[in-house]
Nanobody, 129 residues
Framework: QVQLVESGGDSVQAGGSLRLTCEFS????????MAWFRQAPGKEREAVAS??????????NYADSVKDRFTISHDKAKNAMYLQMNSLSPEDAAMYYC????????????????????WGQGTQVTVSS
């Protein structure tokens, strides 16, 4: 059974940091490509960052709104993906979701919801001003 389980969401003050974790059951997810998305109330789900393996390298892409503040990474040994979030602002408050592709191959920056088949249940991030 496919599983993506997020954790690490919390309530922080503006300027603070959080580290989200996504643990996954299928090691091929890391190879095919994974991403973090977020969705605030009343808004569409939007990409935060994507990570995939391209030949022998790792391709990482960020949404402009989080570039230079967030860092996506994964741990091969633990079947886990992370999102380090620094300098958080109230605009970053949302439910954060982990997503994984079912197949590899090109998807550009891989920041579209349509690029991903598998989704976790989400972890809530709240940022107070």
């Amino acid at each position: 059974q496919v599983q993506l389980v997020e954790s690490g969401g919390d309530s922080v003050q503006a300027g603070g940091s959080l580290r989200l974790t996504c643990e996954f059951s299928d090691y091929t997810f890391r190879r095919n490509g994974m991403a973090w998305f977020r969705q605030a109330p009343g808004k569409e789900r939007e990409a935060v960052a994507s990570i995939s393996i391209v030949v022998w390298d790792v391709a990482i892409n960020y949404a402009d709104s989080v570039k230079d503040r967030f860092t996506i990474s994964h741990d091969k040994a633990k079947n886990a993906m992370y999102l380090q979030m620094n300098s958080l602002s109230p605009e970053d408050a949302a439910m954060y979701y982990c997503a994984a592709r079912s197949l590899g191959g090109g998807c550009g920056r891989c920041l579209s919801v349509y690029d991903y088949r598998y989704w976790g249940q989400g972890t809530q991030v709240t940022v107070s001003s």
